[in-house]
């Protein structure tokens, strides 16, 4: 019946559409490093034949700008994976009083948006506030920058340790290697190139932050772009500022790649975990280090706009429900966009190549550019498609389009990482037997990598759709008529310093974010190769 | 594992769409007899709200708006261009109105009755723009904490008796390079320069926050006086938080130079766009922005002046008392901000 089976089929060859095969990737790629890229080359060549503003000290201006970018990454991005880690490393392999609460309770801060945390920091712990100690300046905004962010290292560390193979662990405590040891010698090293794609996507919302930095007066490349742009009336200065940020984004990427070669981590694990029973002090510290953890990042800024919301003339909150849906509109329509736009970077990129490299470079840049830069580069081409006649204003339609095109560009490299995560439980096993099988690569994408690496899927489609939720300058540049979102309203009243009707949106966004952002931690705590 | 997480997500992701479509917003259905005007606004109050409610309750004109910060909408009708949906474009600062017209954004009109209500200083001679309320760069102070003998003049920020004790948000803020590029003008980039240089000196902290958080610092003593626009503090006073309200009976106002050039005061104002489809409509609503109802709109919900006369103002208001005002022409505020921004970086004052 076999043997009757096997002639009943005629002999598989490839897919016919003739040279898609080799050539559909590299064409994929090359529209997706065209899609991440475009608007901003598009500000770019703008700013290239701009002409320059006067003003000799430009040097000057971007040595400030570049060094005061770096040392925020270095004081908020450094806290920010310390704390990440350190977090990841207790919640996932001890065992500690409240452990599985903070396994999702230390992920919240990423539901509030940098610059939310900064007003609500501003209130607390500004002059005048309930705190004795004030979180000010541009430590003030490192300060913000490690507790908003430090959850994209947890997440990605945590996942990590959670599908390292405990027969290492174990070997490693067979040869008498105590937590700590097994901690620096084994579990970090197996958890670098995790560890290291959360802190990139930390260190790059750093440098793109503008709201957090501009509130604590920090002098930061966006910043920058923004003082040489519009206060300076320099574009040209500001697109140097702009060009250094995209170009040391791409260059970090790059290193990072090289270094990782082609070394394989992360072996699956099949059974449970055994987590470290710390003793009693120890267990007590663990709680109470998360517990402040916590506190600090999510519950006492939620607890202030809490309480400034409730302070808000009633009615406020009624008021927000339309900023409330297209928020959810655009969150879910650009977040599918974008994903998209990931899924096509992820595999690019796992196909390796120069198309591959084109594209995971071009999504990292869009990353790691101020959004309003990316708008900026948006605006530019539909001036362009306008002038050849295609596209008319910015009404409707059309600047949701490019609305949803920016957020694409701008978090498909947030997408991609997941997804690209995801990708490696595809083994070169399977993806051999899908070969050998004749199955070609667009076939083999569709039937077999997609279905494995949906988990990785799921979780970028959670990242963008909080990341968009979260986003402020883009928005603000493109939307259309009477089309508020909660981000555009909550950037209203704080830029007026109306900050207790600031706080029902921001409240808003952080609800909204809550759940996808919890389901998103819930994913990744599963994520054993052996799981249910 | 995946199906359930993912459909269990998608539910929740989904349920939302179900209430979009009920809710979706259909403004060319209401949009019906007399047509809408398109409001491009770097200006963000629920005044303007209100006003504009007024305004299509009297008229039948529906106003669709676009806020944002001034210079972005700027960028954005530069790409725009003739395409531009833009009826009517307004600023919150008068550097606003001079870059908006340099870009040839704007439209002249004619119109008597704004040319009859705006005095001939607050408005383009062309017609291209108009001013519509006026706010005040004035001096607050730590009752009790110094002297206001001390602090009667801008330049005393700079004095060396004011050393350490001066708060100020950063030089990017647009009322700050409004006030530069007055005194840029006004008294030359040599001097304006030397006065940056020597406020930043006198600095307690670097620049941060907004202009309430300096007043914050300013009643908890972290310095003794900073440079705020005037409605902030009346805010304060009336907030439904009883700690700003605290915060605001421990601070005082000074308008400064009264005998000198007077207090830098800044306008918003608008004008028709270059491209409007929508001009008689355009012309109706700055027209309402110049009327008497819409003047006293200004300071009942945002405390700011009108610039139309007799208009009434608030009791608050009305406490500050008279002021002189420095009566430079609007336009130096935009052609010098460029420049005031340079200066100011040149002076540290970041």
């Given at each position: 019946m076999a043997i009757e089976a096997l002639s009943a089929t005629p002999p598989r060859a490839p897919p016919t559409p003739l040279r898609l095969g080799v050539w559909g990737p590299q064409v994929l790629a090359a529209l997706a490093t065209f899609a991440c890229a475009a608007p901003a080359a598009a500000v770019m060549i703008q700013a290239l034949i701009a002409p320059r503003a006067g003003g000799g000290d430009a040097g000057r201006f971007w040595i400030d700008s570049v060094a005061g970018t770096l040392a925020l990454m270095i004081a908020g991005g450094g806290v920010a994976i310390a704390l990440g880690i350190a977090a990841a490393w207790l919640v996932a392999m001890c065992r500690f009083p409240g452990r599985p609460i903070f396994e999702w309770l230390l992920v919240l801060p990423l539901a509030l948006p940098v610059y939310v945390l900064a007003y609500a920091y501003g209130g607390i712990a500004g002059p005048g506030g309930p705190s004795p100690l004030r979180v000010a300046g541009p430590s003030g905004a490192a300060f913000v920058y490690a507790l908003g962010l430090y959850p994209y290292i947890y997440l990605a560390a945590r996942a990590a340790f959670v599908s390292q193979s405990a027969c290492v662990l174990e070997a490693a405590r067979t040869l008498g290697a105590r937590p700590w040891r097994a901690f620096w010698a084994v579990a970090l090293p197996a958890a670098r190139p995790a560890i290291v794609a959360g802190a990139a996507l930390a260190l790059m919302e750093i440098a793109a932050d503008y709201g957090a930095a501009s509130y604590y007066g920090a002098t930061t490349i966006t910043t920058g772009v923004f003082r040489a742009w519009f206060s300076r009336g320099d574009p040209a200065l500001a697109m140097q500022l702009a060009a250094t940020l995209l170009i040391a984004a791409a260059l970090a990427l790059a290193a990072e790649r090289r270094a990782r070669g082609r070394a394989a981590y992360g072996a699956a694990r099949w059974r449970a975990l055994p987590r470290y029973r710390l003793p009693l002090l120890a267990a007590l510290g663990a709680a109470l280090s998360c517990g402040l953890l916590a506190a600090l990042g999510a519950i006492l800024p939620l607890a202030w706009l809490a309480r400034s919301a409730l302070l808000a003339p009633p009615g406020a909150i009624a008021a927000l429900a339309p900023a409330l849906s297209h928020s959810l509109m655009l969150a879910i329509g650009g977040g599918g966009a974008t994903l998209l736009l990931s899924a096509i970077v992820a595999l690019a990129a796992r196909a390796g190549g120069r198309a591959g490299q084109a594209a995971l470079l071009a999504a990292a840049s869009g990353y790691a550019a101020p959004g309003a830069v990316i708008a900026l580069g948006a605006l530019a081409i539909a001036a362009s498609l306008r002038g050849l006649g295609l596209i008319g204003g910015l009404t409707g339609a059309v600047a949701i389009a490019a609305l949803i095109w920016t957020y694409a560009a701008r978090f498909a490299a947030a997408g991609a990482q997941p997804i690209e995560a995801g990708l490696t439980r595809i083994t070169p096993a399977i993806s051999g037997a899908a070969k050998t099988l004749g199955a070609g690569a667009f076939r083999r994408a569709l039937a077999v990598e997609l279905p494995l690496a949906a988990p990785g899927a799921f979780a970028a489609a959670l990242i963008v759709f909080v990341e968009i939720l979260k986003e402020l300058p883009a928005t603000l540049i493109l939307r259309p008529f009477d089309f508020d979102t909660l981000a555009v309203k909550a950037n209203e009243y704080a830029s007026d310093d109306r900050l207790i009707q600031a706080a029902a949106p921001s409240l808003l966004i952080a609800l909204v974010g809550v759940l996808p952002i919890v389901l998103l931690s819930r994913g990744l705590s599963r994520a054993r190769a052996g799981g249910p | 594992m995946i199906p359930k997480t993912v459909l269990r997500a998608a539910m929740a992701l989904l349920a939302p769409l179900a209430l979009l479509a009920c809710n979706a917003p259909t403004p060319s259905v209401k949009a019906a007899a007399k047509g809408v005007v398109n409001v491009y606004s770097g200006r963000h109050y629920d005044a303007d709200e209100a006003i504009y409610r007024d305004f299509t309750a009297k008229t039948g004109i529906e106003v669709r708006q676009l806020q944002a910060p001034g210079d972005e909408l700027i960028e954005r009708m530069k790409a725009e261009g003739a395409a531009s949906p833009a009826d009517v474009a307004i600023t919150a600062d008068a550097g606003g109105l001079w870059r908006l017209q340099q870009a040839g954004l704007l439209q002249p009109i004619r119109s008597a009755v704004l040319e009859a209500a705006i005095p001939a200083r607050l408005r383009d001679p062309g017609g291209a723009w108009f001013a519509f309320s006026k706010r005040s760069r004035v001096i607050v102070y730590q009752k009790g904490g110094v002297d206001p003998a001390l602090i009667q003049t801008y330049d005393s920020l700079a004095a060396p008796a004011l050393k350490g004790k001066v708060c100020a948000r950063s030089s990017t803020n647009v009322y700050n390079l409004s006030l530069m590029a007055a005194r840029i003008a006004r008294y030359g980039p040599e001097k304006a320069l030397a006065w940056a240089k020597g406020v930043a000196h006198n600095f307690a902290r670097d620049p941060q926050g907004a202009d309430i958080d300096q007043i914050r610092a300013v009643a908890a003593g972290e310095c003794k006086a900073a440079l705020v626009n005037h409605y902030y503090l009346i805010r304060m006073a009336a907030s439904p938080d009883p700690s700003d309200r605290a915060t605001a009976a421990k601070v005082g106002l000074i308008f400064p130079d009264q005998n000198g050039a007077g207090a830098h005061v800044n306008y918003s104002g608008g004008g028709v766009a270059a491209?409007?489809?929508?001009k008689a409509n355009a012309i109706a609503l700055l027209e309402y922005l110049a009327s008497p109802e819409a003047q006293a709109l200004f300071p009942k919900l945002n405390e700011e002046f009108p610039v139309v006369a007799g208009v009434p103002l608030t009791p608050q208001l009305q406490a500050l008392g008279q002021f002189k005002e420095d009566d430079l022409p609007l336009a130096a505020m935009g052609e010098h901000q460029p420049q005031a921004q340079a200066l100011f970086d040149r002076a540290g004052w970041r």
């Amino acid at each position: 019946m076999a043997i009757e089976a096997l002639s009943a089929t005629p002999p598989r060859a490839p897919p016919t559409p003739l040279r898609l095969g080799v050539w559909g990737p590299q064409v994929l790629a090359a529209l997706a490093t065209f899609a991440c890229a475009a608007p901003a080359a598009a500000v770019m060549i703008q700013a290239l034949i701009a002409p320059r503003a006067g003003g000799g000290d430009a040097g000057r201006f971007w040595i400030d700008s570049v060094a005061g970018t770096l040392a925020l990454m270095i004081a908020g991005g450094g806290v920010a994976i310390a704390l990440g880690i350190a977090a990841a490393w207790l919640v996932a392999m001890c065992r500690f009083p409240g452990r599985p609460i903070f396994e999702w309770l230390l992920v919240l801060p990423l539901a509030l948006p940098v610059y939310v945390l900064a007003y609500a920091y501003g209130g607390i712990a500004g002059p005048g506030g309930p705190s004795p100690l004030r979180v000010a300046g541009p430590s003030g905004a490192a300060f913000v920058y490690a507790l908003g962010l430090y959850p994209y290292i947890y997440l990605a560390a945590r996942a990590a340790f959670v599908s390292q193979s405990a027969c290492v662990l174990e070997a490693a405590r067979t040869l008498g290697a105590r937590p700590w040891r097994a901690f620096w010698a084994v579990a970090l090293p197996a958890a670098r190139p995790a560890i290291v794609a959360g802190a990139a996507l930390a260190l790059m919302e750093i440098a793109a932050d503008y709201g957090a930095a501009s509130y604590y007066g920090a002098t930061t490349i966006t910043t920058g772009v923004f003082r040489a742009w519009f206060s300076r009336g320099d574009p040209a200065l500001a697109m140097q500022l702009a060009a250094t940020l995209l170009i040391a984004a791409a260059l970090a990427l790059a290193a990072e790649r090289r270094a990782r070669g082609r070394a394989a981590y992360g072996a699956a694990r099949w059974r449970a975990l055994p987590r470290y029973r710390l003793p009693l002090l120890a267990a007590l510290g663990a709680a109470l280090s998360c517990g402040l953890l916590a506190a600090l990042g999510a519950i006492l800024p939620l607890a202030w706009l809490a309480r400034s919301a409730l302070l808000a003339p009633p009615g406020a909150i009624a008021a927000l429900a339309p900023a409330l849906s297209h928020s959810l509109m655009l969150a879910i329509g650009g977040g599918g966009a974008t994903l998209l736009l990931s899924a096509i970077v992820a595999l690019a990129a796992r196909a390796g190549g120069r198309a591959g490299q084109a594209a995971l470079l071009a999504a990292a840049s869009g990353y790691a550019a101020p959004g309003a830069v990316i708008a900026l580069g948006a605006l530019a081409i539909a001036a362009s498609l306008r002038g050849l006649g295609l596209i008319g204003g910015l009404t409707g339609a059309v600047a949701i389009a490019a609305l949803i095109w920016t957020y694409a560009a701008r978090f498909a490299a947030a997408g991609a990482q997941p997804i690209e995560a995801g990708l490696t439980r595809i083994t070169p096993a399977i993806s051999g037997a899908a070969k050998t099988l004749g199955a070609g690569a667009f076939r083999r994408a569709l039937a077999v990598e997609l279905p494995l690496a949906a988990p990785g899927a799921f979780a970028a489609a959670l990242i963008v759709f909080v990341e968009i939720l979260k986003e402020l300058p883009a928005t603000l540049i493109l939307r259309p008529f009477d089309f508020d979102t909660l981000a555009v309203k909550a950037n209203e009243y704080a830029s007026d310093d109306r900050l207790i009707q600031a706080a029902a949106p921001s409240l808003l966004i952080a609800l909204v974010g809550v759940l996808p952002i919890v389901l998103l931690s819930r994913g990744l705590s599963r994520a054993r190769a052996g799981g249910p | 594992m995946i199906p359930k997480t993912v459909l269990r997500a998608a539910m929740a992701l989904l349920a939302p769409l179900a209430l979009l479509a009920c809710n979706a917003p259909t403004p060319s259905v209401k949009a019906a007899a007399k047509g809408v005007v398109n409001v491009y606004s770097g200006r963000h109050y629920d005044a303007d709200e209100a006003i504009y409610r007024d305004f299509t309750a009297k008229t039948g004109i529906e106003v669709r708006q676009l806020q944002a910060p001034g210079d972005e909408l700027i960028e954005r009708m530069k790409a725009e261009g003739a395409a531009s949906p833009a009826d009517v474009a307004i600023t919150a600062d008068a550097g606003g109105l001079w870059r908006l017209q340099q870009a040839g954004l704007l439209q002249p009109i004619r119109s008597a009755v704004l040319e009859a209500a705006i005095p001939a200083r607050l408005r383009d001679p062309g017609g291209a723009w108009f001013a519509f309320s006026k706010r005040s760069r004035v001096i607050v102070y730590q009752k009790g904490g110094v002297d206001p003998a001390l602090i009667q003049t801008y330049d005393s920020l700079a004095a060396p008796a004011l050393k350490g004790k001066v708060c100020a948000r950063s030089s990017t803020n647009v009322y700050n390079l409004s006030l530069m590029a007055a005194r840029i003008a006004r008294y030359g980039p040599e001097k304006a320069l030397a006065w940056a240089k020597g406020v930043a000196h006198n600095f307690a902290r670097d620049p941060q926050g907004a202009d309430i958080d300096q007043i914050r610092a300013v009643a908890a003593g972290e310095c003794k006086a900073a440079l705020v626009n005037h409605y902030y503090l009346i805010r304060m006073a009336a907030s439904p938080d009883p700690s700003d309200r605290a915060t605001a009976a421990k601070v005082g106002l000074i308008f400064p130079d009264q005998n000198g050039a007077g207090a830098h005061v800044n306008y918003s104002g608008g004008g028709v766009a270059a491209h409007a489809q929508n001009k008689a409509n355009a012309i109706a609503l700055l027209e309402y922005l110049a009327s008497p109802e819409a003047q006293a709109l200004f300071p009942k919900l945002n405390e700011e002046f009108p610039v139309v006369a007799g208009v009434p103002l608030t009791p608050q208001l009305q406490a500050l008392g008279q002021f002189k005002e420095d009566d430079l022409p609007l336009a130096a505020m935009g052609e010098h901000q460029p420049q005031a921004q340079a200066l100011f970086d040149r002076a540290g004052w970041r």
